[in-house]
Nanobody, 122 residues
Framework: VQLQASGGGLVRAGDSLRLSCTAS????????MGWFRRTPGTERTYVGG????????NYADSVKGRFTISRDNARNTVYLQMNGLKFEDTAIYYC????????????????WGRGTLVTVSS
């Protein structure tokens, strides 16, 4: 499975941004999908995950109430809607796919996208 994330950019604190991640080379609906992020000098951390159907989701405490994950299985795409962005949300965001659940914080996944940079100015 190949994953391609897009939608990153430079925004101001309080703005919104939507990231997309499109999958190819596999049966998208068979995979849990997740979003992770990494800032310089830190480990990649879990942002949230969504189950195969899109009905169940989970989020890191730091983004709950501000970020929303959704998926469109017909388009092989998972989204991360980010509202109320904060300076500390600045990071490279990665999407991930796994046949096992991504509905709780993990550090590993079967497949990773290359990441898209989100920069939030204060």
């Amino acid at each position: 499975v190949q994953l391609q994330a897009s939608g990153g950019g430079l925004v101001r604190a309080g703005d919104s941004l939507r990231l997309s991640c499109t999958a190819s080379g596999g049966t998208f609906r068979r995979y849990y999908m997740g979003w992770f992020r990494r800032t310089p000098g830190t480990e990649r951390t879990y942002v949230g995950g969504i189950d195969r159907s899109g009905r169940r989701k989970n989020y890191a405490d730091s983004v709950k109430g501000r970020f929303t994950i959704s998926r469109d299985n017909a388009r092989n795409t998972v989204y991360l809607q980010m509202n109320g962005l904060k300076f500390e949300d600045t990071a490279i965001y990665y999407c991930a796919a796994d046949s096992r659940t991504l509905l709780f914080p993990r550090s590993s996944a079967n497949y990773w996208g290359r990441g898209t940079l989100v920069t939030v100015s204060s």
